[in-house]
């Protein structure tokens, strides 16, 4: 089992960046494949972006490629996603999860364990 927390979120002006971060608990995180997600107010939750166990593997949604960067540390129990160019459709709260012996899922199905999440707020 593991237990994720997210940090790093706050009010951001539209053109800047945020990093969120993800500290997981437990002994076996390299195990996990993890993602992000976001949901803003009124809409389903949606996949963000996810990295393999051991990070040579990264995918993204098309709305966020090329704005976003999501990383990890494995000896740090931490994943990361760094986010740059924000704009105010990138509003909502982000959600950090963790797939055991995943590969990177964008189905948010896959993931067995959540955290509470982190508020982002892109003002224009």
């Known amino acids: 089992q593991v237990q994720l927390i997210e940090s790093g979120g706050g009010l951001v002006q539209a053109g800047g960046s945020l990093r969120l971060s993800c500290a997981a608990s437990?002994?076996?995180?390299?195990?996990?494949?993890m993602g992000w997600f976001r949901q803003a107010r009124g809409k389903e939750r949606e996949f963000v972006a996810a990295?393999?166990?051991?990070?040579?593997?990264?995918y993204y949604a098309d709305s966020v490629k090329g704005r976003f960067t999501i990383s990890r540390d494995n000896a740090k129990n931490a994943v990361y996603l760094q986010m740059n160019s924000l704009k105010s459709d990138d509003t909502a709260v982000y959600f950090c999860?963790?797939?055991?012996?995943?590969?990177?899922?964008?189905?948010?199905?896959?993931?067995?364990?959540w955290g509470q999440g982190t508020q982002v707020t892109v003002s224009s």
């Open positions: 990295i393999s166990w051991s990070g040579s593997s990264t």
């Open positions: 999860a963790a797939d055991y012996d995943g590969t990177g899922a964008t189905n948010k199905f896959m993931y067995e364990y």
């Open positions: 437990g002994r076996t995180f390299s195990r996990y494949a």
